[in-house]
């Protein structure tokens, strides 16, 4: 583990009873990453998170955060981690700031007031911030949740579907305050299954039935889906299908020369959901 | 200390903020009182109706401080903030301690409402160190009981699971206990599981107490045992409740 990486894990397994939830993942986030773990759901995405954050522990494996054992060092870890579960997990007869500050207070930060008042304004709660949650939307229930996930300043935030059910527009502030975040030094591992989520990070992790298959930027893993043109001459039309490289585009126009007869070309490169549905057909065949 | 007086505040926060259950949780042992005293004006003559009101009274604080307190504590893990409250750096002996802080305002009323309701309806007459007693052994039992709910709930994963917990701990205290008869006529193993269940020793001191002469030397080592009864499930429960799955 580099002096730079935020999380490490490896070979990690989960086995519940009969079902493996994970089997020999593998992940190393930079500091500072927007990380994305991506895949259909029932892969194993809030296992993963949850051994991140101590809740559960690992069959096989070890996990790392900033360096530190989640279960051994839990203590001195969980000053540091932001964590937020799939579920809101919030006490619906408590306001949000009474919620935001009680998860808040367990460490003892200096100025906690203020704080609350900081991440209640910065999650666009400030109005409602009286009113007990159990009147709140889904979606302003998700913003309490974040809410309570910053409030202590943590250097590593682990998210788990931060933005399901949520509408757009305030996915697109989400989204947001994300990258915010990681220009400030935070990392953030956000467990998604929307594809277009999954373009705006850094990385792409992608697990499929306990590990993972796939680690690398989008625009690499764009790279390896393929590319349909459709090329119109007269009165002939080419349908042809290249791979996703740039060059490989380049090499198969070159045939035509631009001539003055190309009347149109269309171009249909997979999309990120083509391209993991692809690597999850690939996946299933291999393991035939 | 902090962050358990911080799970206190939340508690009675909730507590003060759910009127209904507030009320429903003082008012219900006060209405159950008064059918015990519809019922026991049935019995003939000389019927010694103390015998059987004021240990009632204390079941039914036992049964509602229990209940309570293993049902909320099961919504917690349902709703994940159990989970959050661990990740947030909450240890387990705080939030047990935070609990049993919050619900000793909650017991202490109802260990007063339903002393002075029977006390009232039964027109009975005792000195104040005898009342004094009675409502600190009812009260003990009140937090025994917050313990007992506590501990059970950490074998519940939903509020499903702790149902079939009600009537095992609670109707064998109405049996075992001394409530109904004397547990030396009962056989010798039932007789020792009856001192599994706090019932049985707040019942002894309540027995004691109200029996003319009793005097609180005579049964001191049952608040001993109550006392016990607390810590040890204070500790078993810090241990049985899951941090990791």
């Not at chain 2, 004021?54 to 709703?79: G, I, K």
Request: charged share 20%.
């Amino acid at each position: 583990m580099t002096a730079t990486t935020a999380i490490e894990v490896t070979a990690l397994a989960k086995q519940y009873g009969n079902i493996t939830a994970l089997q020999g993942a593998n992940l190393s986030v930079p500091e500072g990453a927007l990380y994305a773990l991506l895949g259909p759901n029932g892969v194993g995405k809030s296992t993963l998170i949850r051994a991140l954050v101590g809740a559960l522990r690992p069959t096989s494996g070890s996990v790392r955060v900033l360096g530190l054992d989640p279960l051994r060092e839990r203590g001195e870890l969980r000053r540091q981690i932001g964590y937020m579960s799939q579920s809101a997990a919030l006490y619906a007869d408590l306001s949000a700031r009474d919620n935001v500050a009680f998860f808040g207070g367990a460490h003892g930060e200096e100025g906690l007031e203020s704080r609350v008042e900081e991440v209640l304004e910065l999650t666009d709660l400030a109005g409602r911030a009286d009113d007990r949650v159990h009147t709140f939307s889904g979606g302003m229930r998700s913003r309490v949740s974040l809410a309570t996930a910053l409030v202590h300043r943590p250097r590593v935030l682990l998210l788990d579907e931060p933005t399901a059910g949520v509408d757009p527009y305030l996915r697109a502030r989400f989204w947001e305050l994300f990258r915010q975040l990681t220009t400030e030094g935070v990392t953030i591992l956000i467990s998604t299954h929307l594809m277009d989520e999954a373009v705006l990070c850094d990385r792409v992790a992608i697990l499929m039935a306990g590990t993972v298959i796939a680690d690398e930027p989008p625009a690499t893993l764009l790279e390896r889906g393929r590319t349909r043109l459709s090329v119109r001459e007269g009165n002939r039309t080419d349908e042809l299908e290249i791979d996703g490289q740039p060059q490989a585009l380049a090499a198969a126009l070159r045939s035509y020369g631009l001539r003055e007869s190309v009347e149109a070309v269309s171009v249909r490169p997979d999309s990120l959901e083509d391209v993991l549905l692809a690597l999850i057909a690939g996946e299933q065949e291999a393991q035939r | 200390m902090r962050r358990t007086l911080l799970v206190t505040r939340r508690v009675l926060t909730q507590l003060l903020h759910d009127r209904r259950l507030l009320g429903l949780s003082l008012i219900v042992p006060l209405v159950i009182v008064y059918f015990l005293k519809l019922f026991l004006d049935t019995m003939p003559p000389g019927f010694d109706a103390a015998r059987y009101a004021v240990p009632v009274a204390a079941f039914l604080v036992h049964f509602l401080a229990f209940l309570l307190s293993a049902m909320v504590l099961v919504q917690e893990r349902t709703a994940g903030t159990l989970e959050r409250m661990f990740i947030n750096g909450y240890r387990r002996p705080e939030i047990i301690g935070g609990y049993l802080l919050g619900y000793l305002g909650l017991a202490t009323l109802q260990a007063v409402g339903a002393l002075t309701a029977v006390l009232l309806l039964f027109g009975l007459r005792y000195g104040a160190g005898t009342l004094a007693t009675l409502f600190v052994v009812i009260w003990l039992l009140a937090i025994a009981s917050v313990m007992l709910g506590i501990f059970i709930s950490t074998f519940a994963r939903h509020e499903g699971q702790v149902f079939p917990f009600v009537p095992l701990i609670t109707v064998p205290s109405v049996f075992l206990s001394g409530l109904m008869v004397d547990p030396a006529r009962l056989p010798a193993w039932a007789d020792w599981l009856g001192r599994a269940l706090p019932l049985r020793y707040a019942n002894n001191v309540i027995q004691e107490m109200i029996r003319p002469g009793g005097a609180l030397a005579d049964t001191w080592l049952n608040v001993v045992a109550l006392l016990g009864y607390i810590v040890v499930l204070l500790a078993l429960a810090s241990r049985t409740m899951r941090e990791v799955e």
